[in-house]
Nanobody, 124 residues
Framework: QVQLVESGGGLVQAGGSLRLSCVAS????????MGWFRQAPGKEREFVAA????????YYPDSVKGRFTISRDNAKNTVYLQMNSLKPEDTAVYYC?????????????????WGQGTQVTVSS
């Protein structure tokens, strides 16, 4: 059974940092792009970061560019999201996802496996 399990969420003050982790089990995703999405209450799930299978290409929306960094360790079947300079508007449930593509992608429809999410709350 394929599982993606996120961890590292929590409550942090504005300006603080968190590092999210996503561990995959049940199969290897070393040949798949990975991504992070988030969903705030009452809003649609939105793209946060993506990384190619080799880790040599990444995408970010303008809202997090320069503050968030996605990385991966294929030997550990793990992807990370380092979040710095957090803002209250970053508050959301953060989801890890695996794509059927090898190249990094921002398209939600190109992700086929999803984790259960981890809550990130940024207080002002």
């Amino acid at each position: 059974q394929v599982q993606l399990v996120e961890s590292g969420g929590g409550l942090v003050q504005a300006g603080g940092s968190l590092r999210l982790s996503c561990v995959a089990s049940g199969r290897t995703f070393s040949n798949n792009a990975m991504g992070w999405f988030r969903q705030a209450p009452g809003k649609e799930r939105e793209f946060v970061a993506a990384i190619s299978w080799r880790g040599d290409n990444t995408y970010y929306p303008d809202s997090v560019k320069g503050r968030f960094t996605i990385s991966r360790d294929n030997a550990k079947n793990t992807v990370y999201l380092q979040m710095n300079s957090l803002k209250p508007e970053d508050t959301a449930v953060y989801y890890c996802a695996a794509s059927f593509r090898g190249g990094a992608t921002m398209r939600r429809s190109e992700y086929v496996y999803w984790g259960q999410g981890t809550q990130v709350t940024v207080s002002s």
